[in-house]
């Protein structure tokens, strides 16, 4: 018998094309197959540096995003009142005539007229430049409520951050700490990266109240009470110290350990950094008793003491400040116990496993490499402790500092950028704060003086009138909110409808669900956007709105331009924003169309979809109102889309939004020429770019001389001189003396001691805001009456040298204040004692922390109305633990009622095991809208499934500030406190409250989305 020919791998498809994915953050290299012009299969692209052929499931469910039922069609005019969902369908023409007509006033009269706020944009060195040309200050991506801390707490301290920006080391780490990590940014790296720490035996130890995600397959989990991962790092980097379990060359090599502290209470100086007259910041050079620039080398520089310059002024290296903070008795781990849930006994384990980890694990590198200094090593010396760190800890009101401190503690262990530790990513490091500064002021072109969004260094950078009041809607870059580098969407809609500090006229917002799961405070959002005043105008006269999907957002829009789906569009990552880079080499991608939008209705009987990306529509827009670098000298536009952009834009001679394949041919990395077959060479190259950084460079970035120099001739630093990593702040200092009364410009009276309070230029622990304003007895004792210079008196004992590795071997015992020494000034954190058993109305009438977790099969809620994905989970539950149940005697699957200081919602318990018991939680964003995203009116996402959005407030329970960090205005959703009580129903039928009003979209699609089927009938190839 003649043996059956199986095709034992038949090709997916006709045709295939790689693009990059768009399902979540991760921008992962992707295979689109295609059979009869229509997805057949998504594959992960091996070739990728990214994922590596690696796909998750949301990527392979990318098919249903692109053919999803709710994709938009057309641009509409809204025609009923706003918030109803009812418009006209009208033509590309009549919309961007509409807008310009809008927009143009508004450039003539005041640029800052228009609020443009972006939601979870891949093109912010677009969208950011675009605002720049059109002159308005009011600009931001959503950066401050999702992870602004995580990213500043990195740039002023490492000039690097966690995000995507950074990377465990995971060839060599033997040790790894993730903290608050949900599954979203670097999604498929970090899943690849735990395999091959788990193939190595590593130990992985997830800190997070719920165990989740990554957390499901860690060694050991920690489960922490939200916002006290700053007081568990504290009393970890107390413990190190106190067994002198540091690594002090490193911190005087690399970090501004041995750096002088002028210590002059009261005055213009106190607490900056004593200098030279070149400006050199000063140490205390054992070897010749003298001051001596700190940078230098062969010398021998004092960490603990306190010292007379020859001018008088008394001073004191960071470090001493560093032991005198963090051996006070506030950390040690029997008092910060029963405020993190975590037995002191771990938390000592946990420092002598980290200690043994970075110190004992004698990892070595046979690499040859040379220091920024030009001292040559024979080998690079690992530190294998890696962290990663992600929302968990950043959402909160002392996110910034929790941030600093976890920095912090890896800088003890000497373990940044080091073999088997926490590694950058081109083009970071980046000077220490990133020298862009926002832009404030206008040409004579009505062209900002730089990008809306930067890094302020000093009060002269915030932007503020004489009066020291807000100049931005959001408030960003305000004395209450002076670090905001990521900008505060949350804050942009109140702001808006209440004219604080002006009256805007036009709202344009792009991939931001404001109105719903990207909203605190979504019931009075909903009202702010469609309040009138008493002439019955919109109080935020105009809303243009830019999506690819019937989200909630759009119902509130006056118009609505459609967006592609992510598999019909250009997109650029690039290096000049979030580019795809990995630790070993530098990197960027694009995205290219798989589909001619036009071809891609929704369903036979419909219309062609007449969409387009938004980035084509905004240069088009920015010709059509003549913003400079958009036309030409005659008028006509300067770009015929987004891909021409890409290609041509030059930000400066020779740096483009792409770094591969520049110069006439193409010949050219990181800068040349705009080449016109760059997209084509990306295309080819499976659509990115890389570039290796040399072997004996990619270690110690921040003062390696080959990377420097690198990294210098791709343009991403100016000069190859060393980054100091900010181990002490003199950013942070120089606000604090501006609200102790130095300095020419200072905050109004009114945030004074908040300046003074949060700006520490050494990180420290408070209570989360709105747990603190709800207790009656947690009012902070500013530790802004902390001295940053302490008072102890150290003893001039040994100090580690500033030379070649190996050179200061002998241990390094600081002299450590003995508990009647320690600094007066020094205190108890008052908010700690509030937790002493003895807070009162926070624990009585809000006792638990409500947080969400990021579904690891979900992304925002693009994913939640996904066809496939929907099949995992069509609702959510709000999780408590079994003891937690019990003790407010709530069953599996009741009912309750969940109430925060600002509202009450009632939706299903269901009891979970993995989970910290005083903390209640539920999946991100899974919650619908009756009428929203087309999905039938009886879909389970609306009736049952809800937002913990609708409990949290935009504002502090009491005080007039935003829900935010002092420090940066990150968004505190994670500082959500509530009670919950058993609800009067076990109505099966029940709906989760609050409900809104449906919205009157087209009828919603009750169609089942079946795909797929016409497939089977072909025969495999
Ligand atoms: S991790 Fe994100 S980008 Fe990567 S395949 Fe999954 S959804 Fe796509």
């Given at each position: 018998m003649r043996e059956k020919q199986l095709n034992l791998s038949p090709s997916p498809g006709d045709e295939v094309k790689t693009t990059t994915c768009y399902m979540c953050a991760c921008r992962c290299g992707i295979k689109v197959w295609l059979t009869d012009g229509k997805i057949r299969y998504i594959q992960g692209n091996p070739a990728h540096p990214v994922n590596q052929g690696v796909l998750c499931a949301k990527g392979a469910a990318g098919i249903m995003q692109h053919y999803s039922p709710a994709r938009l069609n057309k641009p509409m005019l809204r025609i009923g009142e706003r918030g109803s969902g009812e418009f006209r369908e009208i033509e590309w023409g009549e919309a961007l005539q509409l807008a310009t007509d809008w927009l143009k006033p508004i450039r003539e009269r005041n640029p800052d007229e228009l609020a443009f706020f972006t939601g979870r944009d891949q093109s912010q060195a677009l969208t950011g430049w675009w605002a720049q040309q059109f002159g308005t200050i009011n600009y931001a991506a959503h950066g401050g409520f999702c992870s602004v801390n995580m990213a500043a707490g990195g740039l002023y301290t490492l000039g690097g951050s966690f995000w995507e920006f950074g990377e465990p080391d995971w060839e060599h780490a033997r040790y790894f700490m993730l903290w608050g990590v949900a599954e979203d940014h670097d999604s498929n790296p970090i899943k690849l990266g735990l395999g091959k720490l788990k193939e190595r035996g590593a130990k992985i130890v997830a800190v997070n109240p719920v165990r989740t995600g990554y957390g499901a397959i860690a060694d050991e989990w920690i489960g922490i009470r939200p916002g006290t991962d700053g007081l568990f790092a504290f009393a970890l980097i107390h413990e190190l110290l106190k067994a002198d379990r540091i690594d002090l060359d490193y911190l005087v090599r690399y970090a501004n350990a041995h750096w002088l502290v002028i210590r002059n209470p009261g005055g213009a100086d106190d607490g900056l950094f004593a200098r030279d007259a070149d400006g050199n910041p000063l140490c205390w050079d054992r070897n010749s008793s003298a001051e001596a620039n700190a940078g230098s080398i062969d010398i021998s520089p004092a960490v603990v003491g306190e010292f007379t310059l020859v001018d008088g002024r008394v001073v004191v290296p960071v470090f001493q400040l560093i032991a005198d903070r963090y051996l006070d008795p506030q950390y040690a781990p029997e008092k910060v116990t029963e405020r993190c849930g975590v037995p002191a006994g771990t938390i000592r384990r946990i420092s002598r496993e980290l200690a043994e980890a970075a110190f004992e694990s004698n990892l070595t590198l046979p690499i040859a490499w040379t220091d920024a200094w030009g001292r040559e090593h024979s080998e690079m010396v690992g530190r294998p402790v890696a962290m990663h760190a992600m929302r968990g800890i950043s959402a909160h009101s002392n996110g910034f500092h929790t941030c600093r401190a976890l920095h912090l503690l890896q800088l003890l262990l000497g373990a940044v950028d080091t073999p088997g530790s926490f590694r950058y990513q081109p083009p970071y490091p980046r000077p220490i704060p990133p020298v862009n500064r926002p832009g404030k002021t206008r040409n004579e072109h009505g062209v900002l003086n730089a990008p809306p969004l930067g890094f302020v260094h000093t009060p002269e950078d915030l932007l503020v009138d004489a009066n020291g009041q807000p100049r931005r809607i959001d408030h960003a870059y305000s004395w209450a909110y002076p670090l905001a580098a990521h900008g505060m969407l949350h804050t942009v809609i109140r702001n808006a409808h209440a004219g604080d500090p002006y009256k805007i006229d036009t709202l344009l917002m792009f991939m931001a669900n404001m109105s719903w799961n990207s909203a605190m405070n979504t019931g009075e959002t909903m009202q702010w956007l469609t309040d009138k005043d008493a002439e019955g105008h919109y109080r935020i006269p105009r809303i243009i709105y830019s999506d690819a999907y019937a989200s909630e957002m759009v119902a509130y829009a006056d118009l609505v331009l459609p967006d592609t789906t992510y598999l019909e569009r250009h997109d650029c990552m690039s290096l000049l924003d979030?580019?795809?880079?990995?630790a070993d080499g530098a990197a960027d991608a694009i995205r290219h169309p798989v589909f001619d939008p036009a071809t891609q209705a929704t369903n036979p009987a419909e219309h062609p979809r007449d969409v387009r990306g938004f980035q084509s529509v905004l240069l088009d827009l920015g010709a059509r109102l003549g913003l400079p670098g958009m036309v030409h000298a005659d008028g006509s536009p300067a770009y015929r889309d987004y891909a021409d952009y890409i290609v041509r834009h030059e930000r400066a001679p020779g740096v483009g939004l792409l770094a591969g394949w520049r110069g006439e041919n193409g010949t050219q990395h990181g800068k040349g020429a705009p080449n016109p077959n760059q997209l084509d060479t990306y295309i080819a190259n499976n659509g990115f770019w890389r570039e290796e950084i040399p072997e004996h460079a990619r270690y110690f970035k921040m003062a390696n001389r080959g990377y420097l120099e690198w990294a210098q001739r791709f343009g991403f630093i100016g000069g190859t001189e060393p980054i100091v990593l900010q181990l002490y702040s003199e950013t942070l200092q120089t606000f604090r003396l501006a609200a102790q009364g130095h300095g020419a410009l200072r905050p109004p009276q009114e945030h004074r001691e908040r300046v003074a309070t949060y700006f520490d230029p050494l990180p420290f622990w408070y209570e989360p805001f709105e747990g603190a304003e709800l207790s009656a007895s947690a009012k902070p004792e500013s530790p802004a009456r902390h001295s940053h210079g302490g008072g102890t008196s150290a003893k001039r004992a040994e100090r580690p040298q500033h030379g070649p590795e190996g050179a200061s071997e002998a241990s390094h015992p600081w002299t450590l204040p003995s508990a009647d020494e320690a600094?007066?000034?020094?205190?108890?954190?008052?908010s700690l004692r509030s937790h002493d058993g003895k807070n009162d109305s926070v624990t009585e009438h809000f006792p638990l922390s409500a947080i969400t977790q990021r579904p690891m099969f979900m992304y925002h809620a693009w994913g939640s109305q996904n066809a496939w994905l929907r099949q995992i989970a069509t609702r959510n539950w709000l999780y408590l633990h079994p003891s937690t149940g019990a003790k407010y005697g709530i069953a599996n699957e009741d009912w309750v009622d969940v109430t925060s200081h600002h509202a009450t919602i009632t939706v299903q318990a269901r009891f979970a095991n993995?989970?910290?018991?005083?903390t209640v939680w539920s999946w991100n964003a899974i919650g619908k809208r009756k009428g929203a995203w087309k999905l039938a009116k009886d879909a389970p996402e609306t009736e049952k499934g809800f937002l913990l959005n609708h409990l949290i407030?935009?504002?502090?329970p009491k005080s007039d500030y935003a829900n935010a960090d002092p420090v940066t205005g990150q968004a505190a959703w994670f500082d959500l406190r509530v009670s919950i009580r058993k609800a009067d129903t076990r109505d099966a039928d029940r709906e989760s409250a609050p409900q809104f009003a449906p919205l009157q979209f087209d009828a919603a699609d009750n169609r089942p989305l079946r795909y797929g089927a016409g497939f089977r009938r072909r025969t495999p190839r």
């Open positions: 979030r580019p795809i880079s990995d600094d007066s000034n020094v205190r108890m954190d008052p993995n989970m910290q018991p005083d407030s935009d504002k502090l």
